[in-house]
């Protein structure tokens, strides 16, 4: 039975730890107070779910030994475990708002970025997910993928609900059609996919639009009008 440590109780270590568990691997999640140097002892792996400012710093405090060790950071390569032989990187491209749920998240057939040892592809196929490779000098423009992709999706929907809200129609309305649309970007693209006013270059609408907006959302609003505008380019 494969046993892991995860050092690291947040969101992610704590998704990892109850999903891993769930498919019968062992794992230990030393508190905060224990000494790292032999965390590798008695393992087939230790996993840092720590913030990303703090991997080089908790891994130096590792010793170095056969037992790979592995980070969960999407934009950080394999050099921040430098002096471990048997270095790897596992990033859930999953949103992990706390435990319970972000074990559920990745349990169902979830993407993983992967790179180093081989463990961390056994990690995602016991977990029942999918994989890619992602090497160091691509990995931070990867990370802006993965962050444009939840990040600003989230800040551009709390657009939508302020917006919604200023006219007295529930953010619950559009719901539905924000489901469509990403429905519709994977099954054809992003450009095939795009309806509305830029599409069909109706600037008359889009003059609408921005007299009706609080000024305080106009700029947001431009920005995307503009990276429609570049679909279509």
Same mark, same amino acid.
Request: charged share 15%; glycine share 8%; aromatic share 4%.
């Given at each position: 039975?494969?046993?892991v440590?995860?050092? +690291?109780?947040?969101?992610?270590?704590?998704s990892?730890a109850?999903?891993?568990?769930?498919? +019968?691997?062992?794992?230990?999640?030393?508190?905060?107070?224990?000494r790292l140097?032999a965390?590798?002892?008695?393992?087939?792996?230790?996993i !840092?779910?720590?913030?990303d400012?703090?991997?080089?710093?908790?891994?130096?405090?590792?010793?170095?030994?056969?037992?790979?060790?592995?980070? !969960?950071?999407?934009?950080? +390569?394999l050099?921040?475990?430098?002096?471990?032989?048997?270095?790897g990187?596992?990033h859930p !491209?999953?949103?992990?708002?706390?435990?319970?749920?972000?074990?559920?998240?990745?349990?169902? =057939?979830?993407?993983?970025?992967?790179?180093?040892?081989?463990?961390?592809?056994?990690?995602?196929?016991a977990?029942?997910?999918?994989?890619?490779e992602?090497?160091?000098? =691509?990995?931070?423009?990867?990370?802006?993928?993965?962050?444009?992709a939840? =990040?600003?999706t989230?800040?551009?929907?709390g657009?939508?609900e302020?917006?919604?809200?200023?006219?007295g129609?529930?953010?619950?309305a559009?719901?539905?059609?924000?489901?469509?649309?990403?429905? =519709?970007?994977?099954?054809?693209?992003?450009?095939?996919?795009?309806?509305?006013?830029?599409?069909? +270059?109706?600037?008359?609408? !889009?003059?609408?639009?921005?007299?009706a907006?609080?000024?305080?959302?106009?700029?947001?609003?431009?920005?995307m009008?503009?990276?429609?505008?570049?679909?279509?380019?």
């Open positions: 039975m494969t046993r440590r995860i050092v +690291g109780r947040g969101r992610a270590g704590g990892l109850v999903a891993l568990s769930s498919v +019968g691997w062992l794992v230990e999640t030393p508190d905060r107070t224990a140097e965390c590798g002892d008695g393992v087939d792996a230790v !840092l779910a720590v913030p400012s703090a991997i080089a710093e908790v891994a130096a405090q590792i010793s170095p030994s056969a037992t790979p060790i592995l980070h !969960l950071a999407g934009s950080l +390569g050099n921040v475990l430098a002096g471990h032989p048997q270095p990187a596992l !491209l999953v949103s992990l708002p706390n435990a319970q749920l972000g074990s559920d998240l990745l349990l169902d =057939n979830a993407w993983f970025a992967v790179a180093g040892h081989s463990i961390a592809v056994d990690i995602a196929e977990l029942g997910g999918r994989h890619f992602v090497t160091d000098e =691509n990995r931070s423009r990867y990370h802006a993928a993965a962050a444009i939840s =990040n600003h989230v800040a551009l929907l657009q939508v302020r917006v919604a809200a200023s006219c129609v529930p953010f619950a559009f719901v539905p059609l924000i489901l469509g649309s990403v429905h =519709n970007v994977a099954e054809l693209g992003a450009a095939a996919a795009l309806t509305g006013p830029v599409s069909r +270059g109706d600037e008359a609408t !889009l003059d609408r639009h921005r007299q907006l609080d000024p305080a959302e106009l700029d947001l609003y431009e920005a009008v503009a990276a429609a505008r570049k679909l279509l380019s």
